[in-house]
């Protein structure tokens, strides 16, 4: 026959410790269970000594500008304008968050000596492969805040085959840990935004579901709304339980090639200008200093709507990079591609050194391509693609030497083996 708990005969335990009640100074009684003195004790110290919740707290450590742009350095080569430019948006934007929280969200009307400060989106300009995805990404890796790169052309109306705009919020909501506070303090970069614009430039008289549909549903979270996100993402259904997501406080990183815009820079400049000072003020359309002269009018011209042109106050240009941009490239950053491949046949046991005049043959045909950066892996897979097929089943190889003939004329790279190695070394 079972005991029974309740007979009066049994000692008293408290529920918590399981100590008796002759061991403990007092034992007080509930409702079918007990606890001891102690464990009353314990339990305030455990309270006393919490740390205190709050809903929104502030972020304690921005980085400075100064060294956002140190971090930026090591794996983006040049775009210094660029980068200062970022830095400097991400510095001032968690300054206003942080002001914000510290006036708290209960106060209705500012303080004659308060400034409303406003969010400033960035918009960054360039020809593809000089850095837009990459400034982001390693943007991403410094920052503590959580981060998410979208995709513009994926994006459709509401309603229609695609996904909607809130989509992006929903990639930054996993992001966070699907933590509601830090969501709304996160970054958010949309690439490919030139793939949204209007198709002739001019307003459409039928509906341009994944272009300028695209751009009025991104007003709002651009400027700051209250979104309704499906935590899953997918679409909205009238049955599943939706989270609440405050964009005010969202700092939005736009970027895209614009191919084409520099056409409409150099239209604008060169009909305006008549007289002597016209070989002055005319801008080549195919300089490298071409956006640097954009205007929001141009971004008009292009496609983008100008609503959207007025959420995107910060707008900056990319230059191409000249070869010697792309040679540092090949070397300095820590990522580099020279550095990339070293690791990968250090794991095989194997030395892998680049010619200086392989480098410069990378560099030489991916000016040609006008791909930018992205050219150079390309060249180097095509180069590289004998050697690392059969190196893991080659044992005998010591060193990889990679010669200009291999890059600019398609030969293998010089290979030698320990036999060899030895020999020298013994000659």
């Known amino acids: 026959m079972p005991k029974d708990t309740k007979h009066p005969r049994m000692p008293r335990r408290c529920s918590f410790c399981g100590k008796p009640a002759s061991q403990v100074h007092r034992l007080f009684s509930g409702h079918e269970s007990f606890i001891c003195d102690e464990c009353v004790e314990l339990c305030s110290d455990m309270l006393s000594h919490a740390p205190e919740v709050t809903v929104e707290e502030k972020i304690s450590r921005i980085p400075t500008p100064a060294e956002t742009k140190n971090f930026l350095d090591q794996y983006v080569i040049g775009q210094e304008q660029t980068k200062k430019t970022v830095s400097v948006a991400v510095y001032n934007h968690y300054k206003r968050v942080n002001a914000q929280l510290q006036h708290g969200p209960s106060r209705k009307e500012p303080a004659d000596d308060d400034v409303e400060l406003e969010k400033s989106n960035i918009l960054l300009l360039g020809p593809t492969g ?10 991403s890796k410094f920052l503590k805040v959580p981060f998410t790169i979208a995709d513009a052309t994926v994006l459709t109306e509401a309603g229609y085959v695609g996904e909607d705009v809130e989509n992006i919020l929903v990639r930054l909501f996993q992001a966070a840990d699907f933590n509601q506070q830090k969501t709304e303090r996160g970054i958010i970069y949309i690439d490919e935004l030139d793939k949204i614009a209007r198709k002739d430039g001019n307003p459409s008289i039928t509906r341009d579901v994944s272009g300028e549909g695209v751009q009025q549903g991104l007003l709002k979270i651009l400027e700051g709304t209250v979104a309704n996100i499906p935590p899953k993402g997918g679409r909205k259904h009238p049955e599943q339980s939706f989270v609440q997501i405050n964009t005010s406080n969202i700092l939005f990183i736009c970027g895209g090639a614009f191919d084409g815009l520099d056409r409409v820079i150099a239209r604008r400049m060169g009909a305006k200008v008549v007289g002597f000072e016209a070989e002055k003020r005319l801008v080549d359309q195919n300089s490298e200093e071409i956006y640097d002269h954009v205007l929001p009018v141009d971004l008009i ?32 950053p820590r990522n580099a591609l020279t550095k990339q491949y070293s690791k990968l046949l250090e794991m095989e046991g194997v030395k892998l050194r680049f010619e200086q005049g392989a480098l410069k043959a990378a560099v030489e045909i991916a000016r040609e391509r006008k791909t930018g950066a992205r050219a150079l892996r390309s060249i180097f897979e095509k180069a590289m693609l004998d050697v690392m097929y059969e190196i893991p089943s080659k044992p005998e190889v010591a060193e990889v030497v990679v010669t200009r003939a ?19 070394k013994a000659g």
Request: aromatic share 2%; hydrophobic share 40%.
């Open 301 to 332: 011209s292009y496609g983008l709507i100008p609503e959207m042109v007025g959420r995107l106050p910060v707008t900056t240009a990319l230059r191409p990079l000249d070869e010697a941009a792309l040679l540092e490239i090949l070397t300095g």
């Open 406 to 424: 291999a890059i600019a004329d398609g030969k293998r790279p010089r290979i030698i083996t320990h036999a060899k190695k030895d020999k020298k």
């Open 130 to 139: 000089t850095g837009k995805t990459l400034i982001a990404r390693t943007l």
